[in-house]
């Protein structure tokens, strides 16, 4: 973390200034800095990305005739933090919390701490599993709709968030849920419906298990219906699709010997379904 701290000035910080002179000298691709009285976070480029393992996803979409299953791709490089920083600005102008972009180069980006200077920020996920963890089921419930409730909101908006699990989903200081990671674009690559039930495929498989642990499952089976009579008709019908053709789900083991991933996923599928 580096230090730059003066009392005495109440001019705006050249964030433009400082994110070249960290974009040149960071160890690492991303770091939290203190600049003036604020904290932040800069994002440099990392190496571009290989696409051997996009069209293995392909492959594996097209067997499962899973359109949300389709690959995103995400190059890495510059490109990667031109999408992050055009989606960020995008999303912020719709209403959606996400980080603020304070200064951006081809090669990185500056972009303000959701909480205050020095203060952790948890995911939603880290948030739930300490609830579940506590045997405080009220608090589990409250914080899984927390994060459907943001979901519905950004849907309400015309887009989507790029991977919708919930440790890109934090908890701010006043409670109040913000998007995190946004390096690629689902929407420039598949139908906004598609994209909504992406959306909703990644925070089944990343909480359901959260649901399953605390005896909650039944009543966020009604919440989950709820929240899926709000979307839309097109949207409803390819989720309808994508259940029954995940119906092989139901066959899988619950054993927890074979692993927390498949745990997640079989956990996943009870919601759903």
């Not at 605390?214 to 097109?234: C, D, I, K």
Request: glycine share 8%.
């Amino acid at each position: 973390m580096t230090l730059t701290m003066d009392s005495t000035t109440t001019t705006t910080p050249d964030y433009a200034a400082f994110l070249q002179q960290q974009l040149a000298t960071q160890p690492h691709n991303v770091m939290a800095h203190v600049l003036g009285n604020e904290q932040i976070w800069i994002k440099r480029a990392g190496a571009p990305h290989g696409t051997g393992r996009y069209r293995a996803m392909a492959v594996l979409a097209g067997l499962l005739r899973l359109d949300a299953l389709r690959p995103v791709p995400n190059p890495g490089g510059p490109t990667a933090i031109a999408t992050e920083v055009q989606r960020l600005k995008d999303l912020a102008a719709r209403g959606i919390r996400v980080p603020a972009v304070l200064a951006a180069l081809p090669n990185g980006f500056a972009m303000r701490h959701l909480g205050h200077t020095g203060e952790e920020i948890h995911s939603l996920g880290n948030e739930i599993d300490h609830a579940v963890q506590a045997g405080d089921t009220a608090t589990v419930l409250a914080l899984w709709q927390q994060g459907l409730d943001t979901l519905a909101q950004v849907h309400r908006q015309g887009t989507c968030l790029s991977q919708a699990f919930a440790r890109n989903l934090v908890r701010c200081p006043d409670g109040e849920v913000a998007c995190i990671d946004f390096e690629d674009d689902p929407a420039a690559v598949l139908p906004l419906a598609v994209c909504h039930v992406r959306d909703a495929l990644c925070y089944a498989h990343s909480t359901a298990i959260y649901l399953h642990a605390s005896g909650t499952l039944g009543e966020g089976r009604e919440r989950w219906a709820a929240w899926v009579a709000q979307g839309s008709a097109e949207m409803r019908e390819v989720l309808a699709t994508s259940i029954r053709r995940m119906g092989w789900m139901r066959r899988l083991p619950t054993s927890r010997r074979l692993g927390r991933d498949l745990q997640r996923v079989r956990a996943a599928y009870d919601l759903l379904a």
